[in-house]
């Protein structure tokens, strides 16, 4: 059983997830407070990765339950909790119930609300790397390693219908379990991108379909490999297509698949991007929501300057 904290004392937000203290958001969210005009803490609630459901439960419960506990930003465990906890939500959005996840724990008129933001803040972090129009300029495909939440979420906003005609090729999404796959392909099935999903419980599966896509392709590692467990989906054998955009979603942690691609930047002639804008877009999602604000315009810049100049 998980070891939850006591009852707050102060109005907090929670932050669920494998390692938390480990995060920048311990320093960073005071100073968001105090610009936010939020008198609340932050504290951390570590649950190891695919854990009872139980745990999920228990820690669902207690926020829920403890007036203080104001809600939580949860990564991780987004689609593990979301199945074992659902039903002690009074509402969940409807990104949530598309995808079976939840990043987000809020409470408003005496509700505890779930809410998917993966779909909204990878959409972000993905327009501040790929500019307008790349996809129809290059031909160019994707390649997503992972398939849980924050994977099918950038799938999703790879192949928005939104986009119009400037969408990758083909998106390849692969994991190593099947189930994983099987809710992918679930989910995605009625986009207008042409998607493959490869099963692929050895590195060298992976790396076989990376060295497959055109030049220009976009690969993303959205395993949590490099974060909350150490190596790569790749080897350092893999290839990556001359001209590739590569976005590894963690921006601390080992980062074994972020160094293969520094190793052959040059040689490659890759741009390569960590996630630290998708980390604070994902933060300011949920924290908008826990305390019902809007943090947009001067307010979102505020807040992206103090991360940024912290992470200096």
Known sequence: MISLPEPAKTPTMYFVGVTTQQSSIMKIFPKWAAVLG?????KGIDIPIHAPAEDYRSCVEFIKNDPLSLGALVTTHKIDMYQAAKDIFDECDALALSFGELSSISKQDGKLWAKAKDPISSGSAL???????????????ACVLGSGGSALSIAWNLAKA???????QRIFLTNRSAPRLEKAVRILSDVNVPVHFCLCPDPKLNDAVV???????????????GKDRPGSPLTDQCKFPRFSR?????????????????????????FIEDGWPYFIYGWTQVVSDVFHLDIVGDLFKACDKIARDMRK
């Open 127 to 141: 327009s501040e790397f790929i500019p307008e129009g790349y996809w129809e300029k290059t031909g160019a495909s």
């Open 246 to 270: 590569i976005w590894e979603i963690n921006y601390r942690g080992s980062l074994e698949f972020l160094h293969q691609a520094e190793r052959q930047k040059n040689e490659r002639n890759l």
């Open 38 to 42: 939020i008198q609340a803490e932050l």
């Open 162 to 168: 939104a986009h119009g005609k400037d969408v990758p």
């Open 211 to 225: 060295e497959s896509l055109p030049e220009g392709s976009v690969i993303v590692n959205a395993t949590g490999l």
